[in-house]
Structures are given as C-alpha cells and as structure tokens.
T-cell receptor, first 112, second 111 residues
C-alpha cells in the first residue's frame, strides 16, 4: 500500500520558474488537500478538492493553482516561483468530512 | 482562522504528564489531533466528533467541549517517543470539507 505519494521529494528553483507538484493516492479518497508548512506557522491550507473535477481555495491560495482531473491525483502548480514560496509542501487525502487525513511525506521546495 | 494552541512548547521528564489545549473562535464539527516528528509527515492520533467526547490512544487521550469550542490532549506518563510537535485541526460546523490546523505545540521528553 503506497498511500499518499508526493513527487518530487526535493526541488530547487530559480525565481520566476514554474513547476508542478504531484500528489497521488491509491485509497480511493474523495477529498484531497495541499498544505504548506513554514517554521512557527503550522500547516496552512493552500487549496483543496472534494471530488474529481472540483477545487476550492484555502487560507493561502495566492501564487498557486491546482487541478484534479483524475480522482487519484491532485496537482499543485507554481506559475512564477517566488522566494516566499520556499517551504515544505504536504499533500493529504481522506474519504470525506469527519474522517482522518493521510499525509504524504512532503516536498521540500527552495526558491532562490 | 487558525485555532489557537497552548502552550507553544513544553519540556517534560519521562513519566510526567502534560496537557495541550486547542481553542477556536468558530462552532466546531470535529477536532483532529496529529503528531509530527522532525523531518517527517504528520501522523494521525485521534478525532473527536461529538461534544464532550473523550477518546484514548495508548496513554494519550483527548476531550472535546463543543460549547466552549475547545479540545485538550492529555499525555500521561510520558515516554521519550512522545517527543514531537502536536497539531490540532478543526472542522467548522458550517463546512466540514476542510481542516484548519493550529500552529503546533512542541513537546520534548527528556530522560
């Protein structure tokens, strides 16, 4: 059982470059989430999805876009990376509301 | 709006007890508790869905006071393995699609 898999695990970008982070889950979960974690800030919700083809904004959506074309995948895009987006990004999934979240191992992203 | 956790950090000796609190300004549908060790992903501990509910996990238990919009995590007879950062996550009564996390409580257990 792979659970929640994030790709890549590490990445260094230059300011202005673009990239896509991939989250894949094999548990047939409806809900998927993208969080960023910065020191002292906890986990802050970027975007989330409650089903295939749906997305919604979280607390800190600016500078990010997402897509959920397939139920098992949730993509997070940075169109023009900025140093302020240097962070650890976690993806999570769960069946539906009121259920626990399963987290991926995270992607460590540095933007120079 | 993020729930507020207290304390921000605590140091315990093995065998001592600790309480971590989580409060929200919104009416809550549920409270989640997770533990994260350095460099790892958060790991689910427990979820509380009903007001006044208490749940247990080994020597870790939690309560949820729906009226006060508060939850507390109780760690008894702490072990070295309990070290890490504890996060509460809340689902609002108005929409339980998203989970909003607090800023965390760093717990260190020393011999």
């Amino acid at each position: 059982n792979a659970g929640v898999t994030q790709t890549p695990k590490f990445r260094v970008l230059k300011t202005g470059q673009s990239m896509t982070l991939l989250c894949a889950q094999d548990m047939n979960h409806e809900y998927m989430y993208w969080y960023r974690q910065d020191p002292g800030m906890g986990l802050r919700l970027i975007h989330y999805s409650v089903g295939e083809g749906t997305t919604a904004k979280g607390e800190v959506p600016d500078g990010y876009n997402v897509s959920r074309l397939k139920k098992q995948n949730f993509l997070l895009g940075l169109e023009s990376a900025a140093p302020s987006q240097t962070s650890v990004y976690f993806c999570a999934s769960r069946t539906w509301g009121g259920q626990p979240q399963h987290f991926g191992d995270g992607t460590r992203l540095s933007i120079l | 709006q993020q729930p507020v956790q207290s304390p921000q950090a605590v140091i315990l000796r093995e065998g001592e007890d600790a309480v971590i609190n989580c409060s929200s300004s919104k009416a809550l549908y549920s409270v989640h508790w997770y533990r994260q060790k350095h460099g790892e992903a958060p790991v689910f501990l427990m979820i509380l869905l009903k007001g006044g509910e208490q749940k247990g996990h080994e020597k870790i238990s939690a309560s949820f006071n729906e009226k006060k919009q508060q939850s507390s995590l109780y760690l008894t007879a702490s072990q070295l393995s309990y070290s890490g950062t504890y996060f509460c996550g809340t689902e609002d009564s108005g929409g339980y699609q998203k989970v909003t996390f607090g800023t965390g409580t760093k717990l260190q257990v020393i011999p």
